[in-house]
């Protein structure tokens, strides 16, 4: 069975405070240990929207992509040190196959969901921008309550968003540095 993946837009009232959010988000879903498995983060991106009203996206790599192809070159080392005979042409398909496979497999944020969510922002704000698929959930709530921040889109339904919502917006020992959140 498998599980649709969720998209979500969360924004702040400065340009610096999602690319904040972001390092704990990442570390739920690629960070090491138990927490890092603690969310399927499929793509995760921020924009910035600047006084002028222009924007700049920051789309961070999916380090699965990278370790599909170390894999690889792993693999092909270890044919050159046990002499498998390969000529250069199959080596180049070997390698060329597993990024092909890892990039075609990665889903992203659509462009379309994008913009969306970016008609919504005001210069001088932020957004975070998330896909995620299946997680643990109480440790993704623990991990993210007080941060702060406005659920500007999702693609989840409403009870699950107001729980994010509300769980961003609770106070915490840790301050939201500046950001204020609308419920």
């Not at 080392?77 to 390698?95: K, N, R, S």
């Not at 975070?128 to 309550?145: Q, S, Y």
């Amino acid at each position: 069975m498998t599980t649709a993946a969720r998209l979500w837009a969360i924004g702040y009232d400065n340009m610096e405070r999602a690319d904040q959010v972001l390092d704990v988000i990442t570390g739920l879903g690629w960070g090491p240990g138990i927490a890092g498995s603690s969310l399927a983060l499929l793509d995760i991106a921020v924009v910035v929207r600047h006084p002028d009203g222009s924007f700049a996206i920051d789309r961070k790599p999916f380090p699965g992509f990278a370790n599909i192809l170390a894999c690889a070159g792993a693999g092909f080392l270890a044919g050159l040190v046990l002499a498998a005979p390969l000529t250069g042409a199959t080596i180049g398909a070997l390698l060329g196959s597993a990024g092909s496979a890892a990039a075609a497999t990665h889903p992203v944020i659509s462009e379309d969901f994008i913009r969306d969510a970016e008609a919504l922002m005001k210069p001088g704000t932020s957004a975070l921008f998330i896909l995620d698929n299946v997680g643990d959930m109480e440790v993704i709530l623990h991990a993210i309550h007080g941060l702060g921040g406005t659920v500007l889109k999702t693609s989840v339904d409403l009870e699950r968003a107001k729980l994010i919502q509300s769980t961003l917006a609770a106070s915490a020992d840790r301050n939201d540095q500046g950001c204020t959140s609308t419920g």
